[in-house]
Nanobody, 121 residues
Framework: QVQLVESGGDLVQPGGSLRLSCAASGNIYSIRDRNWYRQAPGKQREFVAGITTGGSTAYADSVKGRFTITRDNAKKMVYLQMNSLKPEDTAVYSC???????????????WGQGTQVTVSA
């Protein structure tokens, strides 16, 4: 079964830090771009951060300077280090990845189930 599983979400006080992880497993030949998205209650899902195979990164303006995305290609992992957290960062954080099952397969986007991050005093 091909899947992405997020972990690391928690309740944290404003100004605190969390590190989210996203593990890919199953019949995956290769992984291309990997991203983190979030969805707060009553709001649309929004892009948070992305990283290419080569390590190029992109961030939403709202998290620049506070969040850092990294990846470990050998372990098929991607991480999101979140510092200086604010109440408005409260959301379900989900990762996605562009994957393919063989060298000749089509690329498709795989999503995880999400992990809850709550920033509150």
């Amino acid at each position: 079964q091909v899947q992405l599983v997020e972990s690391g979400g928690d309740l944290v006080q404003p100004g605190g830090s969390l590190r989210l992880s996203c593990a890919a497993s199953g019949n995956i030949y290769s992984i291309r771009d990997r991203n983190w998205y979030r969805q707060a209650p009553g709001k649309q899902r929004e892009f948070v951060a992305g990283i290419t195979t080569g390590g190029s990164t992109a961030y939403a303006d709202s998290v620049k300077g506070r969040f850092t995305i990294t990846r470990d290609n050998a372990k098929k992992m991607v991480y999101l280090q979140m510092n200086s957290l604010k109440p408005e960062d409260t959301a379900v954080y989900s990762c996605n990845a562009e994957v393919r099952a063989t060298s000749r397969s089509q690329w498709y986007t795989l999503w995880g189930q999400g992990t809850q991050v709550t920033v509150s005093a």
